[in-house]
Nanobody
Framework: VQLQASGGGSVQAGGSLTLSCRAS????????IGWFRQAPGKEREFVAS????????YYADSVKGRFTISRHNAKNTLYLQVNSLKPEDTAVYFC????????????????WGKGTLVTVSS
């Protein structure tokens, strides 16, 4: 497994979590990294992405102002700080790596890890 997401859990609405994604150096280096999520019965959707340098970040409208993506290249680790969680944020969250620049399409990413489940109760 080249990427592994962790940090999911069960929280009440309004709560926060920090998701992490650890990758191999080969997978992480020089690649854009993105977070996606998939709720039961729904298609996988874009959440956020970040460039290799970390200077460029992009967010889905549904999470802007609540989620923050960041990366620590020396640790080959990606983070997603999720705040003000809503029940509709319930999903399995995946991290993925792909060539620059960071984009929002599932098909734009070549490497995927196992996801981590976030459950938000009302």
């Amino acid at each position: 497994v080249q990427l592994q997401a962790s940090g999911g859990g069960s929280v009440q609405a309004g709560g926060s979590l920090t998701l992490s994604c650890r990758a191999s150096e080969r997978t992480f280096s020089n690649n854009a990294i993105g977070w996606f999520r998939q709720a039961p019965g729904k298609e996988r959707e874009f959440v956020a992405s970040i460039s290799w340098s970390g200077r460029s970040t992009y967010y889905a409208d549904s999470v802007k102002g609540r989620f923050t993506i960041s990366r620590h290249n020396a640790k080959n680790t990606l983070y997603l700080q999720v705040n003000s969680l809503k029940p509709e944020d319930t999903a399995v969250y995946f991290c993925a790596a792909g060539a620059e620049p960071p984009r929002a399409g599932v098909d734009d990413y070549d490497y995927w890890g196992k996801g981590t489940l976030v459950t938000v109760s009302s």
